[in-house]
């Protein structure tokens, strides 16, 4: 696959490029492969969840909204401690966390809190040309107050694979159609798990990239299309109401039943490299 598309803002893709290929190889979008390399999925021109609806305001407060320096809003996240936010690894860019926000253009001040990133830490073996281990952890500046719209989502206890069939949900800012612009609510989606092998498979992403062990491929059932897609990008992947992954790519268009999307997982080797980074850096 000459261009992996990352689920992130066209705009913020072209922005982070560069920065992208020399710190961490991100995914880029469509373009060059400079861009692949890079990216993030969420923004301002990104795409939000596909064949999905709104849920109702405040009803996942652990849904974080990632920001650049310049306030552009690009990707997504999971506040999975007061602290600590997980997301991807290609949206590097991150300069501040919105937490509490349902409507992208209302101020909701009695819900929002602004925060900036102190450290981030990709994972150490993230690698943008086989996409696998696409996860980065987000120290914010101080903690985070507990209300009603902003609760962490705790950690589960990992397990090595989810089966193919397993229901799970995907939520985001991102397009809700293909061409769109980001969503100004919070969307979610149901998708299923799809067999590792069937995604490697010659009908669907014929092992360009590899789907791993270390990803998980959930897509559509039946006539639904429903999708992550650009601006979905580092939103969480909850299965059976338990964060299993981290959104990831997907094929070129969102919605597309052979191409659906791929999401970081959250094994046992990950988890614990998510308990170690925050213990090492309270």
Same mark, same amino acid.
């Given at each position: 696959?000459? #261009?992996?598309?990352?689920?992130?803002?066209?705009?913020?893709?072209?922005?982070?490029?560069?920065? #992208?290929?020399?710190?961490?190889?991100?995914?880029? #979008?469509?373009?060059?492969?400079?861009?692949?390399?890079?990216?993030?999925?969420?923004?301002?021109?990104?795409?939000?969840?596909?064949? =999905?609806?709104?849920?109702?305001?405040?009803?996942?407060?652990?849904?974080?909204?990632? $920001?650049?320096?310049?306030?552009?809003?690009?990707?997504? =996240?999971?506040?999975?401690?007061?602290?600590?936010?997980?997301?991807?690894?290609?949206?590097?860019?991150?300069?501040?966390?919105?937490?509490?926000?349902?409507?992208? &253009?209302? &101020?909701?001040?009695?819900?929002? $809190?602004? $925060?900036?990133?102190?450290?981030?830490?990709?994972?150490?073996?993230?690698?943008?040309?086989?996409?696998?281990?696409?996860?980065?952890?987000?120290?914010?500046?101080?903690?985070?107050?507990?209300?009603?719209?902003?609760?962490?989502?705790?950690?589960?206890?990992?397990?090595?694979?989810?089966? @193919?069939?397993?229901?799970?949900?995907?939520?985001?800012?991102?397009?809700?159609?293909?061409?769109?612009?980001?969503?100004?609510?919070?969307?979610?989606?149901?998708?299923?798990?799809?067999?590792? @092998?069937?995604?490697?498979?010659?009908?669907?992403?014929?092992? #360009?990239?590899?789907?791993?062990? *270390?990803?998980?491929?959930?897509?559509?059932?039946?006539?639904?299309? @429903?999708?992550?897609?650009? =601006?979905?990008?580092?939103?969480?992947?909850?299965?059976?109401?338990?964060?299993?992954?981290?959104?990831?790519? =997907?094929? *070129?268009?969102?919605?597309?039943?052979?191409?659906?999307?791929?999401?970081?997982?959250?094994?046992?080797?990950?988890?614990?490299?998510?308990?170690?980074?925050? *213990?090492?850096?309270?």
């Amino acid at each position: 696959m000459d #261009h992996i598309p990352f689920r992130g803002n066209k705009y913020q893709s072209e922005q982070a490029g560069k920065i #992208h290929y020399t710190n961490m190889k991100g995914k880029g #979008h469509l373009f060059t492969h400079l861009l692949v390399l890079l990216l993030c999925l969420i923004t301002g021109e990104g795409a939000e969840i596909i064949d =999905g609806n709104e849920v109702p305001p405040h009803s996942l407060p652990f849904m974080a909204l990632l $920001q650049d320096s310049k306030g552009t809003q690009f990707c997504g =996240g999971t506040l999975i401690d007061l602290q600590w936010v997980l997301t991807a690894a290609h949206c590097n860019i991150v300069s501040s966390v919105l937490l509490g926000v349902h409507t992208r &253009s209302k &101020s909701e001040m009695e819900y929002r $809190q602004l $925060q900036k990133v102190k450290h981030s830490v990709l994972h150490p073996f993230y690698d943008p040309d086989t996409l696998d281990n696409d996860l980065m952890l987000l120290k914010l500046d101080r903690k985070a107050k507990k209300t009603k719209a902003v609760r962490p989502h705790t950690l589960p206890p990992p397990v090595q694979d989810v089966p @193919a069939g397993t229901g799970c949900v995907v939520a985001g800012w991102g397009a809700t159609k293909n061409g769109g612009g980001m969503s100004d609510v919070l969307m979610s989606a149901n998708v299923t798990v799809i067999d590792r @092998a069937l995604c490697n498979s010659k009908d669907y992403y014929n092992l #360009h990239p590899i789907i791993t062990n *270390e990803m998980l491929c959930a897509g559509s059932k039946d006539k639904s299309h @429903a999708d992550t897609c650009y =601006g979905d990008s580092g939103g969480p992947l909850l299965c059976e109401g338990k964060l299993r992954g981290v959104t990831s790519f =997907g094929g *070129e268009d969102c919605g597309v039943k052979d191409k659906p999307g791929v999401y970081a997982a959250l094994t046992k080797e990950q988890t614990q490299w998510i308990r170690k980074t925050i *213990e090492s850096l309270l």
